[in-house]
């Protein structure tokens, strides 16, 4: 997973992505980024992540109202919110793009 700095955030316009936003004091973010790493090993897919704390007019930017929040911008923007399992994620992953 990578982690996107502020001054970083340019390099995601216009490309095809998977986004994690996440806050570090919160629980299910620390529970769903444990899933997302479990993820990457398996299928040699790789996340972005960004911390809504140090970039949060981004996150107003692109609409994000509760955390844990995943982006896939591929195709079409989906986004998904709360705690999701190995299962789901990889059903957005992999068919709702």
Request: aromatic share 12%; charged share 35%.
């Amino acid at each position: 997973m990578i982690e996107i700095k502020k001054k970083n955030i340019f390099l995601l316009k216009n490309k095809k992505k998977i986004i994690l936003f996440y806050s570090k004091f919160n629980n299910s973010c620390k529970i769903i980024k444990k899933t997302i790493l479990k993820i990457e090993k398996k299928i040699k897919i790789l996340f972005f992540s960004i911390n809504i704390e140090k970039n949060l007019i981004f996150c107003i930017k692109n609409n994000i109202k509760k955390i844990p929040t995943i982006v896939f911008d591929f195709k079409k923007k989906i986004i998904i919110d709360g705690i999701k399992n190995i299962k789901e994620i990889l059903y957005f992953l992999l068919f709702k793009r």
